[in-house]
Nanobody
Framework: QVQLVESGGGLVQPGGSLRLSCAAS????????MGWYRQAPGKQRELVAT???????NYADSVKGRFTISRDNAKNTVYLQMNSLKPEDTADYYC?????????WGQGTQVTVSA
């Protein structure tokens, strides 16, 4: 059973930074793609960023130039560095890991950007 545990969320002022971490219970080598999604109150869950096992990275237009996704295979962890945060980045952020045999989600971590 794969477990993904997010951490690093919190309250930050506009313009601030946070780094989210997603720790997997086992090796992340088997995952074809890992990523971050977010869901704001009253809205659908949306893609933020993904990183494939090949190293290919994809970002939502709304976060390009501000967010950076990375993975540390030795630590079985995926990160999301978020800079220049805006109030519209406020949401619950979820880690996702996918491979041919399954699709897995973490429990989410809350990010609130407010003065």
């Amino acid at each position: 059973q794969v477990q993904l545990v997010e951490s690093g969320g919190g309250l930050v002022q506009p313009g601030g930074s946070l780094r989210l971490s997603c720790a997997a219970s086992g090796s992340i080598f088997s995952f074809t793609v890992m990523g971050w999604y977010r869901q704001a109150p009253g809205k659908q869950r949306e893609l933020v960023a993904t990183i494939r096992s090949s190293g290919s990275i994809n970002y939502a237009d709304s976060v390009k130039g501000r967010f950076t996704i990375s993975r540390d295979n030795a630590k079985n962890t995926v990160y999301l560095q978020m800079n220049s945060l805006k109030p519209e980045d406020t949401a619950d952020y979820y880690c996702n890991a996918a491979r041919p045999t399954g699709n897995y989600w973490g429990q989410g971590t809350q990010v609130t950007v407010s003065a």
